[in-house]
């Protein structure tokens, strides 16, 4: 009996212990999906086709919306509503002000997954920005922009960008450290105003922007329009 119940404890406290560990994995990225109500009819293939191409993701959704609330079928998915009155970047900020996770996988609406994510160099993108305080943004596709300056960077999945004029701060699917997009945000921005003058503060804030490598495997492949 006494065997028995160490057995009964010890397997109770292994459970509990990977439990916890991803949990805490869990609540380290939320995944932004930013929108309005106006484009309501791509949420649902939006996350179908994350769960299509990333079936084993562990992490929650939060879709940043104006009046409407996703009602699909995918469940771990949480509607935050400002309303109709407020500019892109006070919506965003409205919304990662109640996002828990110290990192946010910004995306859009319209950028349909085509390929199966990369978890792996996902996990170890988000490895990256966890043990360096000073990453505040990952881009996690390829680019062909052959204009942007860079520096080596410890982990051959990325290189650093050199934040200068070509170095744009892109509203596309980048790993944000929170704290770091709040920083950037000025609430009277549209998404064009946001992404041509957000570089400019990028450069006071002295964080790292690191790029993904093309070299190594794609995390990311989309597309913004599916005909």
């Not at 290189?159 to 000025?186: H, P, T």
Request: with cysteine; hydrophobic share 35%; charged share 30%.
């Amino acid at each position: 009996l006494l065997d028995g119940y160490v057995i009964i404890k010890m397997y109770s406290l292994f459970y509990i212990y990977f439990m916890s560990k991803g949990l805490n994995k869990m609540k380290k990225v939320t995944i932004l999906v930013n929108s309005c109500d106006l484009y309501e009819d791509v949420w649902e293939p939006n996350f179908k086709l994350f769960k299509i191409q990333w079936p084993d993701c562990p992490y929650d959704f939060v879709l940043n919306s104006e009046t409407k609330e996703y009602s699909g079928e995918t469940k771990n998915v949480r509607t935050i509503c400002y309303g109709k009155k407020g500019t892109w970047t006070e919506r965003l900020r409205y919304v990662l002000e109640q996002i828990d996770s110290p990192f946010v996988l910004f995306t859009l609406e319209d950028y349909f997954l085509l390929n199966k994510v990369n978890a792996e160099v996902f996990e170890q993108a988000v490895s990256v920005m966890d043990n360096n305080p000073k990453v505040g943004m990952i881009c996690l596709s390829h680019t062909d922009r052959m204009d942007i300056k860079t520096d080596q960077y410890e982990d051959n999945n990325f290189y650093s960008r050199v934040i200068d004029e070509k170095c744009k701060i892109w509203c596309r699917i980048c790993l944000y450290r929170r704290e770091y997009l709040l920083k950037l945000l000025r609430d009277h921005e549209t998404i064009w105003e946001f992404e041509q003058f957000a570089l400019y503060r990028a450069r006071k804030l002295n964080y790292i922007i690191l790029q993904q490598n093309n070299n190594a495997p794609e995390v990311f492949t989309f597309k913004v329009k599916i005909e």
